[in-house]
């Protein structure tokens, strides 16, 4: 029905959900541990052949609500495409409730506060947003493109402009010289913004790009999972958001699952935590069982 182009990605939330490409690919497509548009090149779609498969999907689907814009940053498309793409979804579906897209700092960066007020007045109300790290010496590594100051100035102009925000964070990305610094740095960028949701993930570099994320380490020793919950335990206990932050450590790469509401079930969480480090392995989701 719909001639998607692979490798397609979306956030685990978005699993039933439409799905329209928006872009092909990752408009910076350079941060080290990311293989996932490294077969694409970045491109915007021609809006005729969107508009053709919104009107697809809306005969198919006329009761769908939620909407994710792919590839891997819609928002780096020009504010007015993205409007008109907006309006049209909400002709197409008459119950749409939420439209969501994948963000960098960039993205947020360079569009005004009218920009990002317009876009959710049109209908824009989540994004997804990769921190990984709080830690500038672990971005400058992993090729973020923007310092950790510039991580929080763009999550506020999204808060600000009422924009939700789903966040992700990569356990395990300093390996074990850096795992302090990137957790105590990472804790400040939460609790000095305004998300609403938070995901970790645990580490996880596909052959293709192994060699090139370790080339700026002078060394990198892969965390094991007990490290990684470990790292977990200690974000959990420097987290104190701002507002109401919705926690999941459900991602196939995380080697236990948690979830809850923070800081309401911090104490919860870490005491899971504790018994599964207690336990050991056996507690652990089985490596043969997860994916990056
Ligand atoms: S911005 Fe996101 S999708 Fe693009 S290269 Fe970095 S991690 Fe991958």
Redesign the pocket.
């Known amino acids: 029905m719909i001639d998607y182009s692979f490798p397609l990605y979306r956030p685990p939330a978005e699993a039933d959900n439409i799905i329209i490409q928006a872009t092909y690919g ?6 080290t ?2 293989s ?2 490294k077969t694409k090149k970045y491109q915007m779609r021609d809006i005729k052949d969107i508009y053709r498969e919104i009107d697809i999907l809306a005969k198919h689907y006329p009761d769908a609500n939620k909407v994710f814009l792919g590839d ?2 819609a928002l780096s498309l020009p504010t007015k495409v993205l409007t008109d793409l907006l309006h049209c979804l909400r002709q197409s579906f008459p119950k749409l409730s939420r439209v969501s897209v ?1 963000a ?1 700092a960039q993205n947020l960066l360079e569009k005004t506060e009218q920009e990002l007020n317009s876009l959710r007045d049109n209908g824009l109300s989540l994004i997804y947003f ?1 921190i ?1 790290t709080g830690n500038d010496v672990l971005l400058k590594k992993i090729n ?2 923007v310092t950790s100051k510039q991580m929080i100035e763009a999550l506020y102009k999204a808060s600000n402009a009422n924009i939700k925000i789903s966040v992700t964070v990569i356990l395990g990305l300093g390996g074990e010289v850096y795992s302090n610094e990137h957790i105590r740095d990472t804790a400040i960028i939460i609790n000095a913004t305004r998300i609403n949701y938070l995901s970790t993930l645990q580490l996880g570099l596909e052959e293709g790009v192994k060699e090139r994320f370790y080339q700026h380490f002078d060394e990198f020793t892969m965390s094991d999972d007990v490290q990684i919950l470990k790292e977990q335990k200690q974000l959990l206990h420097l987290l104190n958001p701002v507002n109401k932050v919705i926690f999941r450590s459900n991602h196939a790469s995380n080697a236990l699952h948690l979830s809850g509401t923070l800081t309401k079930d911090t104490e919860r969480l870490i005491g899971e935590l504790e018994t599964a480090l207690i336990i050991g392995e056996r507690a652990f989701v089985p490596s043969w069982f997860r994916g990056f």
């Open positions: 990752c408009s910076h497509n350079r941060c541990f990311c996932m548009y891997g940053n994948y960098t990769g990984e973020k493109g």
